[in-house]
């Protein structure tokens, strides 16, 4: 597994290089949350937070860095398997998924569920 953070960084990155979105914080109680926008509509298609372990459903103690995407509903369930991608944290379960980012789910495949939810919320 990548340390804390690390996958993090490369989703930010990533969003920065193909959809030139900067990361927003919008929150004074949650610092480290930072939502993804469109440009322009403002329209979410991202949301990146650290979220206690417990309050996820995963095993141990501290948090999880996770990525709430919008995806195609059809994908969503043979996606969920409560260690990787978990139900949508504060956000439509029937159209949004969280991903863990602790590289148990390789950037590739989170990049394109990226790339998914930007096209889904145009």
């Known amino acids: 597994m990548q340390r804390q ?11 920065k290089e193909s959809f030139g979105s900067e990361p927003e914080y919008l ?3 949650f610092p480290s949350y930072a939502v ?3 440009a322009g509509r403002g329209r ?3 949301a990146v937070m650290n979220v206690p372990r417990p309050r996820l459903g995963l095993p141990g103690k501290g948090t999880a860095d996770i990525l709430d995407v919008r995806c195609d509903p059809v994908l969503i369930g043979s996606l969920r398997d409560g260690e990787r991608y978990l139900p949508a ?8 998924i969280t991903v863990v980012l602790d590289g148990s789910v390789p ?3 989170v990049f394109s569920l990226l790339d998914m939810s930007f096209d889904l919320t145009k």
């Open 44 to 46: 979410w298609y991202a």
């Open 107 to 109: 950037e590739e495949e």
């Open 5 to 15: 953070g690390a996958f993090r960084e490369a989703v930010l990155r990533y969003a």
């Open 36 to 38: 993804l926008r469109h």
């Open 27 to 29: 929150w004074a109680k």
């Open 89 to 96: 944290y504060h956000m439509n379960k029937d159209r949004w």
